[in-house]
Each structure stands twice: as structure tokens, then as C-alpha cells.
């Protein structure tokens, strides 16, 4: 029994691992179609190998997007939280060492893991969930600015810019929030 969960369990993490990078670039793809569709002319899903491609640009595409998304905008507003003084970790102490409490609060948080691994996990889960709600709404938005005029970004421009806007804004709602949950989390547990 133990053995199919543990392998139930990896399963999971890995189709959660492919999935967090995969799905940004399928949405990304997605969006930049309705802003610039001959961008991906060439393409046709009815044949296998087009699909195939597809799905590899999908992911150099998604993975890239999330990577630059994660350590440099997250980056960007979880240093604006920082220099706020905002609830939730790194949190700015008398001092102003952003990189230094940035790596003691990580330190802290990957000790603490081994002992509550379903709560480090539902805090990985939220923060996959918060990102990939930035990576949707930054797309819309980029995308709204390079669309052709008479693609369907280029003739709802202002709706997806607004939406891209509004989406980035809860998107960084969610994150106070993590902040907050993972600070206790350390706490609690250190």
C-alpha cells in the first residue's frame, strides 16, 4: 500500500512540475494567436509531428516565460513588499539587507519543510497558482499591445489590457497572502 502511494505521489509531482511550466506557454501560445496569428501559420494540429513541435514550443515558451516571470517581475514586487515594510517574509528588519533576509528566510523555510511537508506543499501550490495567474494577465497585456488591428486582441485592446491588468493586481493579492502564509508556516515551526 505504501509503495503505490509513494509512487502515486510521485506521479503527481511530476505531472505538477511539467504541468506548472507547460501551461503557461500553451496559454501563452493561445493568447499571442488572437493578437498574431501568423505566428503560428504554419502549423497544423491535425499532424502529428506539427503537434509535436507545437507542444516543444509550448514548453521552451511556458518554462522561459515562468522562469523570467519568477526571479525577475516576482522578484521586482517581492522587493516592493520588502521596502514597504509589508506583512509576510522577507520582511524588512532596521537594517536593509534584502538579498541577505531574502536567503535567511528561504534557509528557515527549507529546515522547516521536512516537518510539515503537506503544508509546504499547499504553499508550492499557491504560489504556482498566484504565478500562473501574473503569466496569464502579462500576456494579455503584452500581447493587447502587439496585436494586429484586426486580429481579436487588437480589436478588444482596451477589455484585455484592463483584464491584464486587473488579473495582475489579484494575482498580487494572492501573493500577500502567501507571504503571510509562509511566515507562519516558519514560524510555527521553527
Not at 107 to 129: C, N, V, W, Y
Amino acid at each position: 500500500m505504501t509503495e503505490g502511494k509513494d509512487f502515486a505521489g510521485s506521479v503527481r509531482e511530476s505531472l505538477s512540475t511539467v504541468f506548472r511550466h507547460i501551461l503557461p506557454g500553451v496559454i501563452i501560445l493561445a493568447v499571442s494567436s488572437l493578437s498574431i496569428p501568423d505566428w503560428l501559420k504554419y502549423i497544423d494540429i491535425t499532424n502529428t509531428i506539427s503537434t509535436i513541435v507545437l507542444a516543444v514550443i509550448a514548453l521552451a515558451v511556458g518554462n522561459a516565460w515562468y522562469v523570467f516571470h519568477r526571479y525577475f517581475v516576482l522578484q521586482v514586487v517581492d522587493y516592493l513588499f520588502y521596502l514597504a515594510g509589508a506583512k509576510g517574509q522577507p520582511r524588512k528588519e532596521a537594517r536593509s539587507d534584502y538579498r541577505g533576509d531574502l536567503a535567511k528566510h528561504v534557509s528557515k523555510f527549507f529546515l522547516t519543510l521536512p516537518e510539515q511537508i503537506a503544508m509546504g506543499r499547499h504553499i508550492r501550490d499557491r504560489f504556482s497558482s498566484f504565478n500562473f495567474m501574473y503569466v496569464v494577465s502579462e500576456a494579455f497585456i503584452i500581447f493587447a499591445f502587439l496585436a494586429d488591428d484586426l486580429t481579436f486582441l487588437g480589436e478588444h485592446k482596451t477589455t484585455a489590457i484592463i483584464g491584464g491588468v486587473l488579473g495582475f493586481l489579484a494575482a498580487t493579492w494572492q501573493y500577500s497572502i502567501v507571504r503571510l502564509i509562509d511566515e507562519k508556516f516558519v514560524e510555527l515551526n521553527s
